[in-house]
Nanobody, 121 residues
Framework: QVQLVESGGGLVQTGGSLRLSCAAS????????MAWFRQAPGKEREFVAA???????????EYADSVKGRFTISRDNAKSTVYLQMNSLKSEDTAVYYC???????????WGQGTQVTVSS
């Protein structure tokens, strides 16, 4: 069983920055693909960024077009934590952000409880 706990959300002005963290417990974190998703009010949950496990502590990063060049996903396997650095925030980035783990390469099967990010103009 894997548990994911997000933190770091909050209220920020347009153009500002936030860093989200997701601490994982249980299992072998280094072999998991990790991702961030978000859900804005009245909208479907959408993919934001992922670090996909490619074997032997190698990962490749993917980003949604809407966040490329502004967001950076990273991980610290020693701390079993994945991060999302968000820069140049826009009002349309306002959403609940969820961390997810893919532990069996069958899809994201563990989810955190979410952390609210609100970007005000």
């Amino acid at each position: 069983q894997v548990q994911l706990v997000e933190s770091g959300g909050g209220l920020v002005q347009t153009g500002g920055s936030l860093r989200l963290s997701c601490a994982a417990s249980g299992g072998t974190f280094s072999s998991y693909s990790m991702a961030w998703f978000r859900q804005a009010p009245g909208k479907e949950r959408e993919f934001v960024a992922a670090l996909t496990w490619a074997g032997r502590n190698t990962y490749y990063a993917e980003y949604a077009d809407s966040v490329k060049g502004r967001f950076t996903i990273s991980r610290d396997n020693a701390k079993s934590t994945v991060y999302l650095q968000m820069n140049s925030l826009k009002s349309e980035d306002t959403a609940v952000y969820y961390c997810a783990a893919n532990t069996a390469r069958t899809g994201y099967n563990y989810w955190g409880q979410g952390t609210q990010v609100t970007v005000s103009s």
